[in-house]
T-cell receptor, first 110, second 117 residues
C-alpha cells in the first residue's frame, strides 16, 4: 500500500506570495493533520481535518488555511508568505491512534 | 495544556550498548504516547505507542518503551544499539477531546541519537 504522499517536494517562494501544498492520505484514512517543522524543532500542529471538517487548529495566523476533499486528500494554503514560514511542512494521516507521516514539503521563502 | 519534554538534545552511545532516550509529559487526563524517528530530510516514522495495558510496549526495529504513570515518563529503550539507529527521535502525546474526537498531538523538541561504531 502507498504511504502518505505530499507534493511538491521542494518549493521556493518570494515574500508576499501564496503557496498551496497537497497531501494524499493512506487509503482508508479519513483524518489528515498538517504540521510545520522548523529546523531544530519538533513538529508544530497546524490543522486537523476529519471527514472534510476542521476538527482542530493550532496557534497559527489566519494566513494559514486548509481543506479536505471528498477523497480525503487535503490542501494547505498559506497567504502573504513571510520569511519565517520557511520550514518543512508535514502531512499525517491516521485511522485510530498513531499518525503516519508523508515525506514533507520543504518550503523556502526568500 | 499538554506538553512533552525531551531533556537531552543529544545522546551518544557505543554500538552494541543499550540506549535510552528520555521523555516526560504533562497532560490532563489519560495520555496516548508515541515515539517517532526522523532521518535527515525525511518525514517522521512511527515506532511505537502506548494506549493502555502493559506498561512495557514493543515497537519496530527492536525498540521498546516503558510507560511510568507516577513519573509521567515514557522513555525509549533498545538493548543493543546499531549505527543505523542514528537519527532524530521525537516523543509525542495525544489526548482525546471529550467531544468531536479532536486529536491534538504535541511533540517534544527531539533528541538526536548518535551511535558510535
Amino acid at each position: 500500500d502507498a504511504g502518505v504522499t505530499q507534493s511538491p517536494t521542494h518549493l521556493i517562494k518570494t515574500r508576499g506570495q501564496h503557496v498551496t501544498l497537497r497531501c494524499s492520505p493512506i487509503s482508508g484514512h479519513k483524518s489528515v493533520s498538517w504540521y510545520q517543522q522548523v529546523l531544530g524543532q519538533g513538529p508544530q500542529f497546524i490543522f486537523q481535518y476529519y471527514e472534510k471538517e476542521e476538527r482542530g487548529r493550532g496557534n497559527f495566523p489566519d494566513r494559514f488555511s486548509a481543506r479536505q476533499f471528498p477523497n480525503y486528500s487535503s490542501e494547505l494554503n498559506v497567504n502573504a508568505l513571510l520569511l519565517g514560514d520557511s520550514a518543512l511542512y508535514l502531512c499525517a494521516s491516521s485511522l485510530i491512534y498513531e499518525q503516519y507521516f508523508g515525506p514533507g514539503t520543504r518550503l523556502t521563502v526568500t | 495544556a499538554q506538553s512533552v519534554a525531551q531533556p537531552e538534545d543529544q545522546v551518544n552511545v557505543a554500538e552494541g550498548n543499550p540506549l535510552t532516550v528520555k521523555c516526560t509529559y504533562s497532560v490532563s487526563g489519560n495520555p496516548y504516547l508515541f515515539w517517532y524517528v526522523q532521518y535527515p530530510n525525511r518525514g517522521l516514522q512511527f515506532l511505537l505507542k502506548y494506549i493502555t495495558g502493559d506498561n512495557l510496549v514493543k515497537g519496530s526495529y527492536g525498540f521498546e518503551a516503558e510507560f511510568n504513570k507516577s513519573q509521567t515518563s515514557f522513555h525509549l529503550k533498545k538493548p543493543s544499539a546499531l549505527v543505523s539507529d542514528s537519527a532524530l527521535y521525537f516523543c509525542a502525546v495525544r489526548v482525546i477531546a471529550i467531544s468531536g474526537g479532536y486529536q491534538k498531538v504535541t511533540f517534544g523538541t527531539g533528541t538526536k541519537l548518535q551511535v558510535i561504531p
